[in-house]
């Protein structure tokens, strides 16, 4: 077994599940959810992850095992929490790499990008200024994001002034068109239907993809899916 399987990771929860998001969305994926955020997002949905020292302590093998007995799956969904700011994270994308053929991090950019590889994808999602102080951090690393043809960002915009200050965002940094999805902010059905109506338009407009939030549709906002 490589030692790099036997490192520690702090997890929050793994599940088999639907991607929700993204570019993939819809495609079956196992998910390892990684424990610790400090962004502060103030609509986050998973705010149990926050505390760095919660969930569980685990072995990267044993996590990966986990997932491997929910069934199979060709996409592993990294998420949290910040997994980028998790120790041992690069290792464990490394040591994924050798198990999935896909690999997808959910990021909100607070740190690089710690690997590249052709069947590596970054899902980055820089904040708005509504939503976090920090929101700043999570796009100064953008270049490191954008120069990956991998890497797709990921907008959530929810109440005003989101829309536009997304459209001056990603305007002032010159993010290509084709690489932008925006996503609707919420937690129920209503509320996601009506923001996804107002950014269809936009995206038309602008020439970007719009984002659902598959799993909300589906199953509701609830853990472990
Ligand atoms: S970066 Fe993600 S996990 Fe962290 S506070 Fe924001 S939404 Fe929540």
């Given at each position: 077994?490589?030692?790099?399987?036997?490192?520690?990771?702090?997890?929050?929860?793994?599940?088999?599940?639907?991607?929700?998001?993204?570019?993939s969305?819809?495609?079956?994926?196992h998910?390892?959810?990684?424990?610790?955020?400090?962004?502060?997002?103030?609509?986050?949905?998973?705010?149990?992850?926050?505390?760095?020292?919660?969930?569980?302590?685990?072995?990267?093998?044993?996590?990966?095992?986990?997932?491997?007995?929910?069934?199979?799956?060709?996409?592993?969904?990294?998420?949290?929490?910040?997994?980028?700011?998790?120790?041992?994270?690069?290792?464990l994308?490394?040591?994924?790499?050798?198990?999935?053929?896909?690999?997808?991090?959910?990021?909100?950019g607070?740190?690089?990008?710690?690997l590249?590889?052709?069947?590596?994808?970054?899902?980055?999602?820089?904040?708005?200024?509504?939503?976090?102080?920090?929101?700043?951090?999570?796009?100064?690393?953008?270049?490191?994001?954008t120069?990956?043809?991998?890497?797709?960002?990921?907008?959530?915009v929810?109440?005003?002034?989101?829309?536009?200050?997304?459209?001056?965002?990603?305007?002032?940094?010159?993010?290509?068109?084709?690489?932008?999805?925006?996503?609707?902010?919420?937690?129920?059905?209503?509320?996601?239907?009506?923001?996804?109506?107002?950014?269809?338009?936009?995206?038309?407009?602008e020439?970007?993809?719009?984002?659902?939030?598959?799993?909300?549709?589906?199953?509701?906002?609830?853990?472990?899916?």
């Amino acid at each position: 077994m490589s030692s790099r399987l036997t490192l520690g990771v702090r997890v929050s929860e793994a599940f088999f599940s639907l991607q929700g998001e993204g570019p993939s969305t819809g495609t079956p994926a196992h998910f390892l959810r990684l424990q610790g955020c400090d962004v502060g997002c103030r609509w986050c949905d998973t705010k149990y992850t926050w505390d760095a020292a919660g969930g569980r302590a685990s072995t990267i093998a044993s996590a990966f095992a986990q997932l491997r007995a929910l069934g199979d799956a060709s996409l592993l969904v990294v998420t949290g929490g910040e997994p980028l700011a998790h120790p041992n994270v690069a290792e464990l994308l490394a040591e994924a790499l050798e198990a999935w053929p896909r690999v997808e991090v959910e990021t909100s950019g607070l740190v690089p990008p710690p690997l590249r590889h052709e069947r590596l994808f970054y899902n980055h999602s820089p904040k708005l200024p509504s939503v976090t102080e920090r929101w700043a951090d999570t796009w100064r690393h953008l270049p490191a994001y954008t120069s990956d043809p991998n890497t797709t960002l990921k907008v959530v915009v929810g109440d005003d002034p989101d829309l536009a200050d997304a459209i001056g965002l990603l305007r002032e940094h010159q993010v290509p068109r084709g690489r932008v999805m925006i996503m609707p902010e919420g937690m129920t059905d209503a509320a996601l239907r009506e923001r996804a109506l107002q950014l269809a338009e936009v995206c038309k407009r602008e020439g970007w993809r719009l984002s659902t939030r598959l799993h909300v549709w589906l199953w509701g906002a609830k853990r472990g899916v």
